[in-house]
């Protein structure tokens, strides 16, 4: 059970306090309700440019990096299509740089075309790298266009293309950051042995001051229904075929979720489940198969994707797939095998709250979801599913007019 306090400034800035006395360390984590989800189609990866641009220094703090390491403390950054989120970790004592560091870029990041361009060239040459020149990068890239077709999830994080970040002006940049990164638009959650009327004392210090803006209203187009088979076959210089298969599923609030999930660990969790087994232990037919789904704020999908053993045709190997989806559909899941899922994602979780920093990732994120003590309710979610849900959730989304199948031929020599 992990206990916290919910306060807001009057600039709108919401903040969670968690106390942990186990802990010499505290977690700090700044929550950005924008992501790659929130970009102009022809203007993608700001969200992650951002992500870097952060770190850049701010007016007052030129190296964000060097007053950290000074105190001993840690950060780092991530985003997503649908948030972007900072962390910091630092001794107890030394809280206060945290609030320093966080509130001064906040109010005024350093806007210079040095910066600019730097961090530019890093998000370029992280395109490159991970995306265009490495074996699979380029997966999502066509994955998501396939399976989105309005929604704006059709694009990666990374952007749709180079010359979007490219071709960024410094107006384009400083118009993104005076639009979502706002106080009344971000999520404060303050995890370890921390007294709560002081983080309330010193949230007013740094953070009270900063005016809110205007949030836009998020509009975003609903992705229809799909009712018929998508597919896309590309060559690449890779050293193994393999297949991706992308079935649509529900939202991260979504009612069928926590079946949703439990269904694709049963599918692919480990060595003892039915994908492994099947087709990777007794079938020889892939070197490795996984699934999973995405968490995501809109509806996301649940992913089946494998490597192929040598020889194994691209229609053998995904029959054999078709053929285990089928089983999970006709047959209900036995006892066992669903309290085994359950039960490693309960250890999983009980695992993650040892984390300073999970927690205080989580309640941010689960705040923004709407209520941060939904944390306390993952496991119950897991453990109240039945196999006759199983059963209903795999025969409404495991279905081939629900699929966008991408197959990725290496090039024959």
């Not at 910091?88 to 945290?98: A, L, R, W």
């Not at 209203?217 to 050293?239: A, F, G």
């Not at 060595?271 to 892939?286: A, G, H, M, N, T």
């Amino acid at each position: 059970m992990i206990t916290f306090e919910k306060f807001t400034l009057k600039n709108g800035l919401k903040v969670i306090v968690h106390w942990d006395k186990s802990t010499p360390i505290v977690a700090f984590n700044l929550l950005y309700n924008v992501g790659a989800r929130d970009e102009n189609e022809n203007q993608t990866g700001f969200a992650h440019l951002f992500e870097h641009l952060m770190f850049g220094g701010s007016d007052n703090i030129p190296n964000f990096d060097e007053p950290l390491q000074r105190v001993g403390g840690d950060n780092n950054a991530f985003t997503s299509n649908d948030i972007t989120n900072y962390y910091i970790t630092v001794p107890k004592n030394n809280i206060e740089t945290g609030f320093w560091l966080e509130s001064d870029r906040m109010l005024k990041l350093a806007f210079t075309e040095k910066s600019l361009e730097v961090q530019r060239n890093v998000v370029i040459e992280e395109f490159k790298q991970n995306y265009l020149n490495q074996p699979y990068g380029d997966v999502w890239l066509l994955l998501r266009p396939l399976t989105y077709q309005v929604h704006p999830y059709k694009w990666a994080t990374i952007g749709k293309e180079i010359s979007h970040i490219e071709n960024a002006t410094m107006d384009d940049v400083k118009s993104f950051f005076y639009t979502h990164y706002l106080p009344n638009n971000a999520i404060l959650s303050i995890a370890g042995n921390v007294d709560v009327e002081e983080m309330k004392s010193l949230c007013e210090k740094w953070f009270g001051d900063i005016p809110p803006g205007v949030i836009k209203k998020r509009n975003l187009p609903k992705e229809p229904q799909q009712t018929e088979p998508r597919r896309l076959l590309v060559e690449r210089d890779v050293p193994a075929n393999a297949i991706y298969k992308a079935y649509k599923m529900c939202n991260r609030k979504g009612a069928d979720y926590y079946i949703t999930d439990l269904l694709s660990d049963i599918l692919s969790q480990g060595k003892s489940s039915r994908l492994y087994i099947s087709l990777v232990k007794e079938q020889k037919l892939f070197s490795e198969i996984n699934s999973h789904i995405l968490g995501c704020f809109d509806d996301g999908l649940l992913v089946i994707d494998g490597t192929l053993q040598d020889g194994v045709s691209f229609e053998t190997a995904e029959n054999a797939i078709l053929n285990e989806i089928e089983r999970v559909k006709t047959d209900l899941i036995n006892g066992l095998e669903l309290n085994k899922v359950k039960n490693k994602i309960e250890s999983s979780h009980q695992f993650s709250e040892t984390s300073i920093l999970n927690k205080a990732m989580n309640l941010a994120i689960s705040e923004l979801l709407g209520d941060a003590n939904e944390v306390n309710k993952e496991v119950e979610n897991y453990q109240k599913v039945t196999a006759k849900e199983i059963y209903r959730v795999a025969n409404e989304i495991l279905n081939e007019s629900n699929c966008s199948t991408l197959i990725y031929a290496k090039i024959k020599n």
